[in-house]
């Protein structure tokens, strides 16, 4: 299916530009698409995300099966305007009032007569006599007053809004068009909080408080401000920055002068958007402020959701809609001076809190706002658009979205437990994994029947033993995370020394379970194991090298593979052994990997010590034949993991850490203390990563640039 889709791109400043550089990689590969813009030359952006772009001027509709408008309230979108009611097709409604460009489309190509009318047909004849006066240059338009969307509304086949507010705002326009509430995406960046706070002036320990966007009146910065004055007599620590294009009618520098706050904040300016990520990492409290507001949602404040910061938003609009245990609203009365105060001295005295709330939003928007899944039902809404089915299943149908409140169980808190690694979960933390492993048995072999299962398999070698014994819960682990079977699937386990091997039968329910190792590609040995009750089992272990053969198996052979502890053995091509996971899984199999986790406790910990970080670091010495076991050629971390499943065409389902042995250490809790102090990630730092990754499609990228790097064959 063909996708026209207008939309700004960088340098264009408008934060639809990169909103849509964000969400179009994902969109293409879901439909064939082509972007319109407008006369100007757009970034590198195009090229790296393989999308065409081309100038609105020759967009021709019978080529395509549909359009779509990214539409907002700005100068930017004016000719987006043009095509949407020249060519009807999907609008996606960024905001409500559109007055502003309307404004652009209308006055300032002098076009009065077009104005008059919109403003007739918008807010009726008081409106016109409004807008006569307008044209007399009387007065200014009524910005806030007529919102100016009826014609573009009338001329949508559909529309798209991220919001409730927004919905109920196009219900009630009373007109006839299917609207979809489709999320605004979200970004999970990974900054450097402590070097950007570096770069400010500021040590790790002082409050700072940011405010990003376009610093307009209606974003409440007066407030904000008058806030801060009476912060900073509780707390004379505390800072703040403002971030973002001054506006003419908010003179910042003379308010700064009247509320005595020139040593207090800082004015930034405009920053491009990868230092503006940079400064919202470095802060600890985001304010995003608004009154009134146009229905908008904020793509600074997914942001900070997204970079874990503790938010305040004014409880009106889209705004009001997020959960109230992922930020803190303030009122747009009387009181809203006063609450403001309130919740900073509370977010600056509690850092603890502020953190656990900006862990929670980080979760939540990881869960419910990745750009695939928004991908994904953008590209549902064009298709049920283009077959006709958009009116059935529009929200005057029905209520497409409804917004989960997070659990406690699933977010952090303030004791810290693990959270959610970028887009993917990690509901365990390393204290809760090893509580569970020991509810389990894995800590106490004789009270839990799977330990005993797998431990029977070990009987009459006391070196097998000693080692499933030091690996059990990890082997537990990876027996719960191994997505069950039925009797017509067919399992891998790579690397198989024969220890959970038989549990994936008999446990976890497969049919068939093959194994591999090893070993000269064409050759097989036929495994058997005895377990000390006497049951018996056997596979077919095929040998061949995991990172340079072709696997001997037909494309699409298995429902399930494991590759457990053998990533970190791989000398120089992982990509290869992770394509040809992708070629034998079937569509929508899945792997399951186990790695040693450079990132952890441990290896934090050893470097600061002025040890090596790895595991299992040394060479290893050969025996008398001069033979040596496989040493660990490299250690990963969840991002490699993570960014190697995707570049294979894995779309990432679950990854988390846990300890190899249970029980709990504290040799490592002073890791932990430094890195709560200077507030660095402490998710996703147990000593084994477990991944499990969901087939999608073919192999996205050979040699990502993560892990490779030098000419590409």
Not at 30 to 45: A, K, N, R, T
Not at 161 to 181: I, Y
Not at 492 to 502: D, F, S
């Amino acid at each position: 299916m063909r996708l026209a889709v207008f939309t700004p791109l960088n340098p264009a400043r408008s934060g639809i530009a990169d909103y849509s550089e964000a969400l179009l990689p994902h969109l293409s590969r879901l439909l064939e698409i082509e972007v319109f813009i407008d006369d100007y030359e757009p970034s590198g952006w195009a090229a790296s995300a393989g999308i065409k772009v081309r100038h609105h001027g020759e967009f021709r509709v019978e080529d395509f099966d549909a359009a779509l408008y990214q539409v907002g309230n700005n100068p930017y979108h004016s000719y987006i305007y043009d095509a949407a009611t020249q060519h009807p097709g999907i609008v996606v409604l960024h905001e409500f009032n559109l007055h502003h460009l309307l404004a652009d489309v209308t006055i300032r190509r002098n076009d009065w007569d077009a104005y008059m009318s919109e403003v007739e047909r918008s807010g009726g004849k008081t409106a016109l006599e409004f807008a006569r006066r307008v044209r007399a240059l009387e007065v200014g338009p009524d910005y806030d007053g007529v919102p100016m969307n009826r014609t573009l509304i009338e001329c949508s086949g559909a529309l798209i809004v991220h919001s409730r507010f927004m919905v109920d705002e196009v219900l009630g326009t009373k007109r006839e068009v299917p609207v979809k509430q489709i999320p605004h995406g979200a970004w999970i960046p990974e900054v450097d909080r402590n070097a950007a706070r570096n770069r400010l002036g500021v040590n790790e320990t002082t409050p700072l408080i940011g405010v990003f966007g376009f610093l307009k009146p209606y974003k409440r910065i007066a407030q904000a401000l008058r806030a801060m004055q009476r912060l900073v007599r509780l707390d004379p620590r505390a800072r703040m920055i403002l971030v973002g294009e001054e506006h003419a009618d908010l003179p910042l520098k003379r308010l700064l002068s009247q509320l005595q706050l020139e040593d207090h904040v800082r004015l930034l300016g405009y920053v491009p958007i990868e230092e503006l990520a940079e400064l919202i990492g470095a802060v600890d409290i985001c304010l995003n402020l608004r009154y009134p507001t146009a229905g908008e949602t904020s793509g600074t404040l997914l942001r900070a959701l997204g970079l874990g910061r503790a938010v305040i938003v004014s409880d009106v609009g889209s705004f009001s809609e997020l959960p109230d245990d992922i930020c803190l609203k303030a009122p747009v009365d009387d009181s809203e001076v006063e609450v403001l105060t309130d919740y900073l001295s509370l977010l600056c005295s509690r850092p603890e809190f502020a953190q656990a709330m900006g862990a929670r939003a980080r979760y939540y928007v990881a869960e419910q706002c990745p750009w695939d899944r928004v991908a994904g039902q953008y590209a549902d809404w064009v298709r049920a658009y283009v077959e006709g089915r958009a009116g059935a299943e529009g929200e005057r149908v029905k209520n497409a979205a409804v917004t989960p409140q997070i659990t406690e169980a699933e977010s952090t808190t303030a004791t810290g437990a693990e959270t959610a690694e970028p887009v993917h979960e990690e509901p365990h933390s390393d204290r809760t994994f090893a509580a569970n492993s020991t509810a389990n048995g894995a800590s106490t072999e004789d009270e839990s029947p799977l330990a005993r299962y797998i431990l029977g398999f070990c009987h009459g070698s006391q070196g097998r033993e000693d080692y499933v014994r030091t690996h059990l819960t990890r082997l537990i682990r990876t027996l719960e995370m191994t997505p069950p079977g039925t009797d017509t699937d067919r399992v891998l386990e790579m690397g198989a020394y024969m220890h959970i091997t038989p549990a994936l039968k008999t446990k976890r329910g497969y049919g068939e379970v093959w194994g591999s190792y090893l070993g000269p590609p064409g050759r097989f040995d036929q495994s058997r194991v005895v377990s000390e009750s006497g049951e018996v089992f056997e596979c077919r272990l095929d040998l061949f090298n995991a990172e340079r053969d072709p696997y001997p198996y037909p494309d699409g052979h298995f429902s399930t593979v494991l590759c457990c502890e053998l990533l970190e053995h791989l000398e120089g091509d992982p990509m290869h052994m992770m394509a040809e996971i992708n070629r034998i899984l079937r569509p929508d199999g899945h792997l399951l990997l186990t790695t040693p986790n450079i990132c952890s406790f441990r290896a934090a910990g050893s470097l600061l010590l002025g040890y090596h970080p790895g595991l299992f670091h040394q060479y290893v010495r050969p025996n008398e034949d001069g033979e040596a076991d496989p040493r660990h050629s490299r250690e990963y971390a969840p991002r490699d993991v993570q960014e190697m499943f995707e570049a294979a065409g894995f779309a990432v389902e679950r990854i988390e850490t846990g300890p190899y042995l249970a029980g709990h250490s504290a040799e490592f809790d002073w890791v932990k203390h430094l890195m709560k102090r200077y507030q660095l990630a402490d998710h996703l730092r147990g000593d084994v990563i477990y991944a499990v990754g969901r087939k999608t499609g073919a192999v996205a990228e050979r040699y990502p640039s993560a892990l490779y790097t030098g000419a590409v064959p």
